[in-house]
C-alpha cells in the first residue's frame, strides 16, 4: 500500500488519513491563515488545493517531473468538486483526472493567448514570403 501524506498551512500532518479526515481538513481551509493543503504520495506527485469554501478552490496535482504539473482550468471549484478529487486520488481512482480540464503548469512557462500566438506566426510567415520574393 503506497502511504499518503496529507498536510495544511496550519501544520495538520496525517499518514493515510481517511475520507472523513480528508474533508474535515478541506473544510477547514479558510483562504487566510489556512489556505492549503497537499495530499501526497510522494516528494514531488500529489494533489493540492488552496482558497476556501467561500471563495472557491484552485487545484493542482503533479506527477513527478515539472512536465507532470496541471492546473484545473476553473480556478473557482467548490468545496464538494476538492473533497471528491482528494478522495478519489487518496483511494487510487483516476477518475478525477477525466471529471476536469487541466493546463500545464511547467516552470518558467509563459502563457501568450492562441490569437497572440496565431498573429506572430502570421507576421514571420509573411517576413520569411518578403524576404523571399526581394532575394
Do not use: C
Not at 496525517?14 to 492549503?36: E, M, R, V, Y
Not at 501526497?40 to 476556501?52: E, H, L, N, P
Not at 471528491?84 to 487541466?102: M, N, P, R, T
Request: net charge negative.
Amino acid at each position: 500500500m503506497t502511504t499518503l501524506r496529507l498536510e495544511t498551512e496550519h501544520g495538520t500532518t496525517l499518514t493515510n488519513p481517511s475520507s472523513g479526515q480528508i474533508a474535515q481538513a478541506l473544510s477547514s481551509l479558510d483562504g487566510k491563515s489556512n489556505a492549503f493543503a497537499i495530499l501526497a504520495r510522494a516528494d514531488q506527485v500529489y494533489v493540492q488545493t488552496s482558497g476556501s469554501g467561500s471563495s472557491g478552490f484552485v487545484l493542482e496535482y503533479r506527477d513527478g517531473d515539472e512536465v507532470s504539473h496541471f492546473q484545473a482550468s476553473n480556478k473557482s471549484l467548490p468545496l464538494d468538486v476538492i473533497q471528491d478529487v482528494f478522495e478519489k486520488y487518496a483511494e487510487g481512482d483516476s477518475a478525477w483526472k477525466e471529471s476536469l480540464v487541466w493546463e500545464p503548469l511547467s516552470a518558467g512557462e509563459i502563457r501568450v493567448p492562441a490569437k497572440w500566438l496565431v498573429a506572430a506566426v502570421m507576421a514571420a510567415l509573411a517576413a520569411i514570403a518578403w524576404v523571399a520574393v526581394a532575394a
